[in-house]
Every structure is written in C-alpha cells, then in structure tokens.
T-cell receptor, first 114, second 114 residues
C-alpha cells in the first residue's frame, strides 16, 4: 500500500488560511488522494478527494502537484470548529485494495487559536 | 437526514461475553465497513461488505463476526475470542467500492471491558 507522510501537528490562527501538506512519493497512477478529518470522540468526516486536477468544494480546496507526489489541503479561513486531526489517504482501486478500504496514517493534528 | 447510526455509543463487555454493535444506514449505499481505532492510532479494517449477503475479512478480523442480511444494516459481533476488544469502533458506508467514492462514517461505539 502506498504511504503518506504528514506533519504531526500544525497551528493556525482563526480566520487565516491553513495549508496542510501531504507527501506521497510512491503514489501509483490509479490512486485517488482523499482527505478526511476527525474531531475527538467522533467518526472521521470526508473532506475532499482528487486524482490529478485541483479540486474545490464548500469545505476546502485540494492542490495536487503536477507529479502527484505531494498534495496540499487548503482551508481558506480557519474557524475553531476546524480543529481536528486531518488524514491524507491514498485509495487504490478495489482489485488491489480490500473493498476500497481507507488506510489511515497518523494524520496532522490542527489546532486553531482565537 | 440521511446518515449512519451506530448504537450504543458506549458498551461494556464482561469476560467471556459476546456483544453486538449496531450499524444502520439510510443512504442507500451498497458497501459497508467496520473499522477499529485504538488510542492515538489510525483506523484498521475489520470486515467489509460490498453487497447484501456478502462480506469479506479485513486486516484484523480474528475474534469478530458480521452479517449483512439487509442493505441498511451491518452489525458487528465482538466475540469472547477477541482478547483485546477495548477500542473505538467505527462503521462506514459508501455508494460502492471504487476508489473515487468517499466513505461516510457513524459517530462510533466505544467498547470497554468490565
């Protein structure tokens, strides 16, 4: 399974943009890049995913490097409710990956200061 | 509102006892998953089901059993053979198992040993 590397923790100020990096140098051409976040004592929440092009949704933006070996999750204006552990996950096609399982690493713990 | 409901939120198990965790979804999703999360760790796959009446073992299936008799329901039984069952259990579902489909999670069941 291809692995991802994320910083253990990051800090941000409220209402400022946050850029959460992820390295995935062994990504294969068919792996999708997914981002989830998890608040304490809750289940993970889907944030965004992409393959090659940058993606935007109401929660965040995903910037994918041209060589796909890294990506960045962008929260445009951090709020206190964005404080969570953010997971960057490579999801392989089902034939290589048990039922499309998500492989969670340690993630980045984001704290947001008022 | 569509979503995934896990119950109970907290569960206590006595030595030698089997317990069953409930997972119900009304998203009309075909695929369902059970993950286990230990403190400070990422999620690990226990079992998954791609369709009704079919399920497959994940990475840590020993000591667990599941059934998938209805599309909406995927209960997990933690048997007495699971020697270290204390963990946070998360159920997820997705439209299918292809790699560009996000998974949606419930709020989890926290299981402890008495």
């Amino acid at each position: 399974d291809a692995k991802t590397t994320q910083p253990n923790s990051m800090e941000s100020n409220e209402e400022e943009p946050v850029h959460l990096p992820c390295n995935h140098s062994t990504i294969s051409g068919t792996d999708y890049i997914h981002w989830y976040r998890q608040l304490p004592s809750q289940g993970p929440e889907y944030v965004i995913h992409g393959l090659t092009s940058n993606v935007n949704n109401r929660m965040a933006s995903l910037a994918i490097a041209e060589d796909r070996k890294s990506s960045t999750l962008i929260l445009h204006r951090a709020t206190l409710r964005d404080a969570a552990v953010y997971y960057c996950i490579l999801r392989a096609p089902m034939i290589y990956n048990q039922g499309g399982k998500l492989i969670f690493g340690q993630g980045t713990e984001l704290s947001v200061k008022p | 509102d569509g979503g995934i409901t896990q119950s109970p939120k907290y569960l206590f198990r006595k030595e030698g006892q089997n317990v069953t965790l409930s997972c119900e979804q009304n998203l009309n999703h075909d695929a369902m998953y059970w993950y286990r999360q230990d403190p400070g760790q990422g999620l690990r796959l226990i079992y998954y089901s791609q369709i009704v009446n079919d399920f497959q073992k994940g990475d840590i299936a020993e000591g667990y059993s599941v059934s998938r008799e209805k599309k909406e329901s995927f209960p997990l039984t933690v048997t007495s053979a699971q020697k270290n069952p204390t963990a946070f259990y998360l159920c997820a579902s997705s439209l299918g198992t292809i790699s560009n489909q996000p998974q949606h999670f419930g709020d989890g069941t926290r299981l402890s040993i008495l």
